[in-house]
């Protein structure tokens, strides 16, 4: 028999609770949207919403709050709709450091069936988080009450609140790296790095690179695919072709003399673009032998082209030579971004003398890598040479937001590897250089009695294996066996 009673009892709680689950309201208060997203960067952005009563019968009176996290958002505009024909508003008050809106409007005239917008709020985004965190908070509607006419009972209703999700993207990195610290004049240079988004490698990215040397003259500019060149380029190079002065094509150049290039350009955007045009040739033995540039505004769906000479110097090797064309909004040292990967172009060299060794060829790079390999030419000195690296990238989903990165480092040139002073001999000076950073590391050891970065010499470290970041016996073997060189 007890078995017997409880047994009812819990049926008749679950047929209540399943009631209760059911029970779903004519009248609806809800936001409008129910859903806002964004996504970053979306600092200072605004958006509007609206509280909005739908299918309400014989409405007196409404009062509600709504209730957002002030560390996200900003409640910046309130606009009160006429629902009623005539009102009286009791209460229209902001409270933003415990982020509630209190809204209570009577009719001064009949009551109101329908539906319609009670309020609408704009508000600004005051936190967007960093990747990989997202941030959201509900837009709360609270103490809601409708009132019928003339019974001035409450009206029941559902209440939807709203949701505001703000989202991270993943961030742009670029890195850029050279094989040394540290080269003689006439080495090869190799420049290299990954493009990444988040964590995943960009497959259809461009890096534009400027090798700027210690005058401040440009002497390699290029713009490397990460992998594929990207379905869609604003500004596309259709052709580079080596010409006369005529434009007729030409395919050998002898030293001394002008070279010329044709580069034909498209302008595929829906509006007109500046576009900085280069050209930059390198010998048979991949030395950079010559850069020439154009500014130019390209018509939006336009075709242009523009011919371009440069001397080809006495020095230049003979044999098969290279040009690569680029399309640019500026040069990458003023933070400037390619429109498209480069096109090449070969031609030849010619004249009295032995021919060079070697040709160039360029190669596509694995997923969001790049790389360029140069030789240093003997007429642009020593010094501190700078790479200045870009990439832009469209995110395009799901923000179809543009993302900008640049990075850069240095290198050193001198005419001796090991000599350190650039006397143009490795003498004593260069073995005591050497010796005073024995023992030195770019990062302490906890572990050893005394701080091993206090004479650290990133330029000495030039071991066999060099930049491993310590300095020991190795290295001064290395300059003691160059000892006495000489230019």
Same mark, same amino acid.
């Given at each position: 028999?007890?078995?017997?009673?409880?047994?009812?009892?819990? *049926?008749?709680?679950?047929?209540?609770?399943?009631?209760?689950?059911?029970?779903?309201?004519?009248?609806?208060?809800?936001?409008?949207?129910?859903?806002?997203?964004?996504?970053?960067?979306?600092?200072?952005?605004?958006?509007?919403?609206?509280?909005?009563?739908?299918?309400?019968?014989?409405?007196?009176?409404?009062?509600?709050?709504?209730?957002?996290?002030?560390?996200?958002?900003?409640?910046?505009?309130?606009?009160?709709?006429?629902?009623?024909?005539?009102?009286?508003?009791?209460?229209?008050?902001?409270?933003?450091?415990?982020?509630?809106?209190?809204?209570?409007?009577?009719?001064?005239?009949?009551?109101?069936?329908?539906?319609?917008?009670?309020?609408?709020?704009?508000?600004?985004?005051?936190?967007?988080?960093?990747?990989?965190?997202?941030?959201?908070?509900?837009?709360?509607?609270?103490?809601?009450?409708?009132?019928?006419?003339?019974?001035?009972?409450?009206?029941?209703?559902?209440?939807?609140?709203?949701?505001?999700?703000?989202?991270?993207?993943?961030?742009?990195?670029?890195?850029?790296?050279?094989?040394?610290?540290?080269?003689?004049?006439?080495?090869?240079?190799?420049?290299?790095?990954?493009?990444?988004?988040?964590?995943?490698?960009?497959?259809?990215?461009?890096? *534009?690179?400027?090798?700027?040397?210690?005058?401040?003259?440009?002497?390699?500019?290029?713009?490397?695919?990460?992998?594929?060149?990207?379905?869609?380029?604003?500004?596309?190079?259709?052709?580079?072709?080596?010409?006369?002065?005529?434009?007729?094509?030409?395919?050998?150049?002898?030293?001394?003399?002008?070279?010329?290039?044709?580069?034909?350009?498209?302008?595929?955007?829906?509006?007109?673009?500046?576009?900085?045009?280069?050209?930059?040739?390198?010998?048979?033995?991949?030395?950079?032998?010559?850069?020439?540039?154009?500014?130019?505004?390209?018509?939006?769906?336009?075709?242009?082209?523009?011919?371009?000479?440069?001397?080809?110097?006495?020095?230049?090797?003979?044999?098969? *030579?290279?040009?690569?064309?680029?399309?640019?909004?500026?040069?990458?040292?003023?933070?400037?971004?390619?429109?498209?990967?480069?096109?090449?172009?070969?031609?030849?060299?010619?004249?009295?003398?032995?021919?060079?060794?070697?040709?160039?060829?360029?190669?596509?790079?694995?997923?969001?890598?790049?790389?360029?390999?140069?030789?240093?030419?003997?007429?642009?000195?020593?010094?501190?040479?700078?790479?200045?690296?870009?990439?832009?990238?469209?995110?395009?989903?799901?923000?179809?937001?543009?993302?900008?990165?640049?990075?850069?480092?240095?290198?050193?040139?001198?005419?001796?590897?090991?000599?350190?002073?650039?006397?143009?001999?490795?003498?004593?000076?260069?073995?005591?250089?050497?010796?005073?950073?024995?023992?030195?590391? *770019?990062?302490?050891?906890?572990?050893?009695?005394?701080?091993?970065?206090?004479?650290?010499?990133?330029?000495?470290?030039?071991?066999?294996?060099?930049?491993?970041?310590?300095?020991?016996?190795?290295?001064?073997?290395?300059?003691?066996?160059?000892?006495?060189?000489?230019?």
């Amino acid at each position: 028999m007890k078995f017997t009673g409880m047994f009812l009892i819990l *049926a008749l709680f679950f047929s209540m609770f399943i009631v209760s689950v059911a029970q779903a309201y004519t009248t609806k208060l809800y936001v409008d949207p129910s859903k806002v997203e964004c996504w970053a960067p979306a600092l200072d952005e605004t958006f509007v919403i609206n509280v909005t009563v739908a299918n309400v019968s014989n409405l007196r009176t409404y009062n509600i709050k709504l209730y957002w996290n002030t560390t996200l958002l900003d409640l910046v505009e309130v606009n009160v709709q006429p629902f009623f024909d005539s009102s009286y508003i009791d209460k229209n008050e902001t409270n933003e450091d415990q982020g509630w809106y209190w809204l209570h409007v009577a009719t001064l005239g009949g009551p109101k069936t329908g539906s319609g917008v009670l309020v609408t709020l704009s508000f600004k985004i005051t936190y967007e988080p960093e990747w990989p965190e997202n941030a959201t908070c509900t837009l709360d509607l609270t103490d809601t009450r409708l009132e019928d006419w003339p019974s001035f009972e409450p009206i029941l209703h559902d209440v939807i609140d709203g949701e505001y999700s703000c989202y991270s993207t993943p961030p742009l990195s670029l890195t850029t790296v050279t094989d040394k610290l540290s080269y003689e004049v006439g080495d090869s240079v190799h420049i290299y790095g990954n493009l990444t988004l988040g964590s995943s490698p960009v497959q259809d990215g461009i890096v *534009a690179l400027e090798v700027v040397n210690d005058s401040d003259q440009t002497i390699v500019i290029r713009c490397q695919s990460t992998g594929v060149p990207p379905a869609s380029q604003i500004v596309e190079i259709v052709d580079v072709t080596p010409c006369d002065d005529q434009g007729n094509p030409q395919t050998i150049f002898y030293r001394g003399y002008l070279a010329h290039f044709n580069v034909t350009i498209r302008n595929n955007d829906i509006e007109t673009r500046p576009v900085l045009i280069t050209i930059n040739t390198y010998d048979a033995e991949n030395r950079p032998i010559g850069i020439k540039a154009f500014n130019a505004q390209v018509t939006a769906g336009a075709t242009s082209w523009v011919m371009l000479g440069l001397g080809i110097p006495d020095t230049a090797s003979f044999g098969e *030579a290279m040009v690569y064309a680029s399309t640019l909004n500026k040069w990458p040292k003023a933070g400037g971004t390619a429109y498209c990967p480069e096109k090449s172009a070969t031609f030849e060299i010619s004249g009295s003398g032995s021919a060079g060794a070697g040709t160039q060829s360029s190669s596509s790079n694995p997923e969001g890598t790049y790389n360029l390999t140069f030789k240093l030419p003997s007429n642009n000195g020593v010094g501190n040479y700078t790479v200045y690296a870009s990439s832009e990238y469209m995110v395009h989903e799901p923000t179809q937001k543009t993302r900008k990165v640049t990075n850069e480092v240095t290198f050193e040139v001198v005419w001796l590897k090991y000599d350190f002073d650039g006397d143009g001999e490795v003498d004593i000076g260069d073995v005591r250089r050497v010796a005073r950073a024995y023992g030195s590391a *770019a990062v302490d050891d906890p572990e050893t009695p005394y701080d091993e970065t206090e004479n650290w010499d990133p330029v000495v470290d030039v071991a066999p294996e060099g930049g491993n970041g310590k300095i020991t016996i190795a290295d001064v073997r290395e300059v003691a066996r160059h000892y006495g060189e000489t230019i």
